[in-house]
């Protein structure tokens, strides 16, 4: 079983829409959760980071149920520049393991 | 925007020619990692390092090496090229303070073994 595993994706949406991604992870050590973003053949970036109690940033919302193990990316009204690949990042000790990134693609 | 740098940006190279990718970065960091990354695919760690000397291999196993002489320089050295060895290198660095962190990302470099 992958460290961090996500929503397989693509994920083809419509602009305006709102979407979600999951995201598990299976060390239940982990400390800190991020949402990154890659555009495609460009170097991954932060997006946000996750806390515990939730935060919102504009128009992304992330979750994290520790109990669980979930993390979860909300888009509000997309937007066609939205579209990339999420990657779910969890940090275990000083090392960042990405999750595999769920393709999205807004449509016009 | 991240200091971070990788040199090249596209390398086409022989099968069994050496080579090195470089990267740099003027943030003081003392972490820095390689992944190797293929197109739509997943990035996979193959080196990290926590500081001047320092250097340890990733996840995923690597027939390359790095060094770190230098807090701001992180090299990543193939000794023979192989067509197997073609993909998206990504050099990172990050720090973490008061229980934050974030990797910074060069532009990476990607490398043809022909």
């Known amino acids: 079983r992958k460290e961090v595993e996500q929503d397989p994706g693509p994920f083809n949406v419509p602009e305006g829409a709102t979407v979600a991604f999951n995201c598990t992870y299976s060390?239940?050590?982990?400390?800190?959760f991020f949402w990154y973003r890659q555009d495609c053949r460009k170097e991954p970036k932060l997006l946000m980071s996750?806390?515990?109690s939730g935060n919102e940033d504009g128009r992304f919302t992330a979750q994290l149920n520790r109990a669980s193990q979930y993390i979860s990316l909300l888009i509000r009204d997309s937007k066609l520049s939205d579209s990339a690949t999420y990657l779910c990042v969890v940090m275990g000790g000083q090392n960042f393991v990405f999750g595999p990134g769920t393709r999205l693609s807004v449509l016009p | 925007e991240a200091d971070i740098y990788q040199t090249p940006r596209y390398l086409v190279i022989g099968t069994g020619k050496k080579i090195t990718l470089e990267c740099s970065q003027t943030m003081g960091h003392d972490k820095m990692y390689w992944y190797q990354q293929d197109p739509g695919m997943e990035l996979h760690l193959i080196h990290y390092?926590?500081?001047?000397?320092?250097?340890e291999k990733g996840d995923l196993s690597s027939e390359s090496t790095v060094s770190r002489i230098r807090t701001e320089h992180f090299p990543l050295t193939l000794e023979s090229a192989r067509p197997s060895h073609t993909s998206q290198y990504l050099c990172a660095s990050s720090e973490i303070s008061g229980g934050f962190a974030e990797a910074f990302f060069g532009q990476g470099t990607r490398l043809t073994v022909v």
């Open positions: 390092s926590y500081g001047v000397n320092s250097t």
């Open positions: 060390n239940s050590a982990s400390q800190s």
């Open positions: 996750v806390y515990s």
